[in-house]
C-alpha cells in the first residue's frame, strides 16, 4: 500500500562508494533508487583525501540537490542518505550523514536501522562529558568513536560497534577510509557491489542496477567491512548471532526489482499470493492490488487462482504531501487524490483486494468504500502477511500497539471495521516459507516480532518506540 497513507514507515536507506571519479552524481544517482525509504530529507557527504564537505537539505532527493549544489561535492569517494523523519525528530540537524570535525579529522556517518540502547548510552556519555548536537540516535556511535582509547579507527569502530543494541546497518567516512557494519543479526538490508574498479555500498540492490554497478554478496551479520586506496577487507566486531532480516522488508518495504540474500523482493510477494491461495477459499470475479506494493502479491494470488487479475485501482503519479491533512474529511480526499478505482474493471463485480499489510485500518475501511461506490458487488480483502499486533523498536514507523487494528481486535471485528466482505491474513508459517530464506541455516532467519511478539534482541518494559525517545533519526 501506499505508505504514506497509513502510519508504515521505513526509516532510511544508506549509500556508499570508494574509488570513484564522480561520487556526488553517483550516490545522487542510488538516493534516487532509495527515495522510498525516506522522503524527509536527503544528504552527500564527499572526500577528497583531505576534507569531508557535505550538502544536505530536508526534501525529496531532487529538491536537495538542485540548483548545481552536487558540483562542489568533487573527490573520491562519498556516502548518502535518504531519511524519514520520525515524529519529533525532523529539522535539518538530524538529516544525514551526522559530519562531525576535530583537530584529529573528520568523520560523517550514514545510518539504516535504530539503536535500542541509544538512551542508556547517551546519558553515560552526557555523565563523561559528552554535548550532544543531534536528537538522533546515529550521533551516539560518533560519540563512542571518540571516547574510545584505541589509537585506530578499525580498533574504535569494533569498540564502539559491540556496545550498541538494535538494527543497524552504518556507513562511516573519513578522509581516508570507508567503514561498512551490519548488526549481529543483520536486521537491516545491506548490500556491497562494485561499479568498475570502486566499490560501493547500498540498502537495496535497486541502487546499483540504477547506477550499473554488480551486485557482490550481502554485508554479513557483525562483519565491518574496511575500504580505502589499498581495497577492501572483511573483519568482524562480532560473531554472526541468529539472523533476524526485517521481514517487512520482503512483504513491503523493499523495492520488487531488489534482491535481498538473493531473494528477489518481486519473486517472493508473488510467492506470497499464491500461498495465500493455497490457504484461503474465495470465489470471486476480479483480482486487483492496492499499488504499488500489493502487485506482485495480487499477480500470484491471481495466477495460483485462475481469478483474473486487473487494475481495479491506479495510482496518481503526481500527487504532491498535500494528503498530510489534520481533518478526516481531508485524509479522506488525500486517498482518494493518491488511489482510484476503476470503475469499468469493477462494477457489479466480486472484487478480491490484495494489500500487503493492515495497520490502522483505516485507509483499508477507504479503499474498500471507493471500490463499493465504484460498484463493486462484494468486496474480499486479502492480506499478502500475518496481523501486525505489536510495535517495531528497530527504525520502522509502526504505529504504537494500541494503534494497530489487529492488536486490539479479532479478524471477524476488522472485517466489520473496514467493510469488507471477507477479510483473509496469510499464516506466518506460510510467510516464511512463501519467501523462500530456507538454505541458508543459521542466516535464514527473520525478525518476526511485530507479527508474534518475539523480538530478536532483549527489549525492556524501558525500551521507547523510536518516535517516543529523546533520541530519534
Ligand atoms: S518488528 Fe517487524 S518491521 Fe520491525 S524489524 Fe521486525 S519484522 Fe521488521
Request: charged letters at 25%; a negative charge; proline letters at 4%.
Given at each position: 500500500?501506499?505508505?504514506?497513507?497509513?502510519?508504515?514507515?521505513?526509516?532510511?536507506?544508506?549509500?556508499?562508494?570508494?574509488?570513484?571519479?564522480?561520487?556526488?552524481?553517483?550516490?545522487?544517482?542510488?538516493?534516487?533508487?532509495?527515495?522510498?525509504?525516506?522522503?524527509?530529507?536527503?544528504?552527500?557527504?564527499?572526500?577528497?583525501?583531505?576534507?569531508?564537505?557535505?550538502?544536505?537539505?530536508?526534501?525529496?532527493?531532487?529538491?536537495?540537490?538542485?540548483?548545481?549544489?552536487?558540483?562542489?561535492?568533487?573527490?573520491?569517494?562519498?556516502?548518502?542518505?535518504?531519511?524519514?523523519?520520525?515524529?519529533?525528530?525532523?529539522?535539518?540537524?538530524?538529516?544525514?550523514?551526522?559530519?562531525?570535525?576535530?583537530?584529529?579529522?573528520?568523520?560523517?556517518?550514514?545510518?539504516?536501522?535504530?539503536?535500542?540502547?541509544?538512551?542508556?548510552?547517551?546519558?553515560?556519555?552526557?555523565?563523561?562529558?559528552?554535548?550532544?548536537?543531534?536528537?538522533?540516535?546515529?550521533?551516539?556511535?560518533?560519540?563512542?568513536?571518540?571516547?574510545?582509547?584505541?589509537?585506530?579507527?578499525?580498533e574504535r569502530a569494533k569498540q564502539a560497534l559491540k556496545l550498541l543494541d538494535g538494527a543497524f546497518a552504518f556507513i562511516i567516512l573519513t578522509e581516508d577510509e570507508m567503514m561498512v557494519a551490519q548488526d549481529p543479526h543483520g536486521m537491516r538490508p545491506l548490500s556491497i557491489g562494485?561499479?568498475?574498479?570502486?566499490?560501493?555500498?547500498?540498502?537495496?540492490?535497486?541502487?546499483?542496477?540504477?547506477?550499473?554497478?554488480?551486485?557482490?554478496?550481502?554485508?554479513?551479520?557483525?562483519?565491518?567491512?574496511?575500504?580505502?586506496?589499498?581495497?577492501?577487507?572483511?573483519?568482524?566486531?562480532?560473531?554472526?548471532?541468529?539472523?533476524?532480516?526485517?521481514?517487512?522488508?520482503?512483504?513491503?518495504?523493499?523495492?520488487?526489482?531488489?534482491?535481498?540474500?538473493?531473494?528477489?523482493?518481486?519473486?517472493?510477494?508473488?510467492?506470497?499470493?499464491?500461498?495465500?491461495?493455497?490457504?484461503?477459499?474465495?470465489?470471486?470475479?476480479?483480482?486487483?492490488?492496492?499499488?504499488?506494493?500489493?502487485?506482485?502479491?495480487?499477480?500470484?494470488?491471481?495466477?495460483?487462482?485462475?481469478?483474473?487479475?486487473?487494475?481495479?485501482?491506479?495510482?496518481?503519479?503526481?500527487?504532491?504531501?498535500?494528503?498530510?491533512?489534520?481533518?478526516?474529511?481531508?485524509?479522506?480526499?488525500?486517498?482518494?487524490?493518491?488511489?482510484?478505482?476503476?470503475?469499468?474493471?469493477?462494477?457489479?463485480?466480486?472484487?478480491?483486494?490484495?494489500?500487503?499489510?493492515?495497520?490502522?485500518?483505516?485507509?483499508?475501511?477507504?479503499?474498500?468504500?471507493?471500490?463499493?461506490?465504484?460498484?463493486?458487488?462484494?468486496?474480499?480483502?486479502?492480506?499478502?502477511?500475518?496481523?501486525?499486533?505489536?510495535?517495531?523498536?528497530?527504525?520502522?514507523?509502526?504505529?504504537?500497539?494500541?494503534?494497530?487494528?489487529?492488536?486490539?481486535?479479532?479478524?471477524?471485528?476488522?472485517?466489520?471495521?473496514?467493510?469488507?466482505?471477507?477479510?483473509?491474513?496469510?499464516?506466518?508459517?506460510?510467510?516464511?516459507?512463501?519467501?523462500?530464506?530456507?538454505?541458508?541455516?543459521?542466516?535464514?532467519?527473520?525478525?518476526?516480532?511485530?507479527?508474534?511478539?518475539?523480538?530478536?534482541?532483549?527489549?525492556?518494559?524501558?525500551?521507547?518506540?523510536?518516535?517516543?525517545?529523546?533520541?530519534?533519526?
Amino acid at each position: 500500500m501506499l505508505a504514506e497513507l497509513r502510519g508504515l514507515n521505513e526509516e532510511c536507506g544508506v549509500f556508499g562508494i570508494w574509488g570513484h571519479p564522480d561520487p556526488a552524481p553517483i550516490s545522487y544517482y542510488g538516493l534516487h533508487a532509495l527515495q522510498h525509504r525516506g522522503q524527509e530529507g536527503a544528504g552527500i557527504v564527499v572526500t577528497d583525501g583531505e576534507f569531508l564537505r557535505a550538502v544536505k537539505g530536508e526534501g525529496l532527493v531532487n529538491d536537495v540537490f538542485s540548483n548545481g549544489k552536487l558540483e562542489k561535492l568533487t573527490g573520491k569517494a562519498a556516502i548518502a542518505h535518504v531519511r524519514y523523519a520520525t515524529a519529533g525528530g525532523s529539522g535539518i540537524e538530524n538529516v544525514q550523514p551526522l559530519l562531525f570535525n576535530s583537530t584529529t579529522g573528520s568523520l560523517a556517518i550514514a545510518h539504516n536501522g535504530n539503536i535500542v540502547n541509544a538512551n542508556r548510552l547517551k546519558r553515560s556519555l552526557e555523565q563523561q562529558g559528552s554535548i550532544f548536537q543531534t536528537t538522533s540516535d546515529t550521533e551516539v556511535l560518533a560519540h563512542l568513536l571518540k571516547k574510545s582509547h584505541h589509537t585506530s579507527l578499525e580498533e574504535r569502530a569494533k569498540q564502539a560497534l559491540k556496545l550498541l543494541d538494535g538494527a543497524f546497518a552504518f556507513i562511516i567516512l573519513t578522509e581516508d577510509e570507508m567503514m561498512v557494519a551490519q548488526d549481529p543479526h543483520g536486521m537491516r538490508p545491506l548490500s556491497i557491489g562494485k561499479l568498475g574498479d570502486a566499490w560501493v555500498v547500498a540498502s537495496e540492490t535497486s541502487a546499483f542496477d540504477l547506477i550499473g554497478a554488480e551486485v557482490i554478496r550481502s554485508v554479513e551479520p557483525g562483519e565491518l567491512l574496511i575500504i580505502n586506496d589499498h581495497g577492501l577487507r572483511s573483519e568482524r566486531f562480532s560473531e554472526p548471532a541468529e539472523r533476524a532480516i526485517c521481514t517487512m522488508e520482503y512483504v513491503y518495504f523493499s523495492r520488487p526489482d531488489s534482491d535481498i540474500d538473493g531473494i528477489n523482493i518481486h519473486s517472493a510477494r508473488k510467492r506470497l499470493g499464491i500461498q495465500l491461495a493455497q490457504e484461503i477459499q474465495l470465489e470471486a470475479d476480479v483480482v486487483t492490488g492496492v499499488p504499488d506494493s500489493s502487485i506482485s502479491a495480487a499477480i500470484g494470488f491471481s495466477e495460483a487462482t485462475g481469478i483474473p487479475y486487473e487494475l481495479g485501482l491506479i495510482k496518481n503519479r503526481y500527487v504532491g504531501r498535500t494528503f498530510i491533512q489534520p481533518s478526516q474529511d481531508l485524509r479522506e480526499r488525500g486517498v482518494k487524490m493518491k488511489l482510484s478505482p476503476v470503475r469499468q474493471v469493477v462494477n457489479g463485480k466480486r472484487v478480491v483486494m490484495v494489500d500487503d499489510s493492515i495497520v490502522r485500518g483505516t485507509t483499508s475501511k477507504r479503499i474498500v468504500k471507493m471500490l463499493k461506490e465504484a460498484g463493486a458487488k462484494e468486496v474480499h480483502v486479502v492480506i499478502s502477511s500475518p496481523p501486525l499486533k505489536n510495535p517495531c523498536f528497530y527504525g520502522i514507523d509502526i504505529s504504537t500497539d494500541e494503534e494497530l487494528i489487529a492488536s486490539n481486535n479479532s479478524v471477524e471485528e476488522m472485517r466489520e471495521l473496514i467493510g469488507a466482505d471477507s477479510l483473509s491474513f496469510l499464516s506466518v508459517e506460510g510467510m516464511v516459507q512463501a519467501i523462500g530464506r530456507t538454505d541458508e541455516g543459521k542466516n535464514c532467519g527473520h525478525c518476526l516480532a511485530c507479527f508474534t511478539g518475539e523480538y530478536p534482541t532483549p527489549i525492556s518494559p524501558n525500551t521507547k518506540l523510536p518516535h517516543e525517545k529523546e533520541l530519534v533519526r
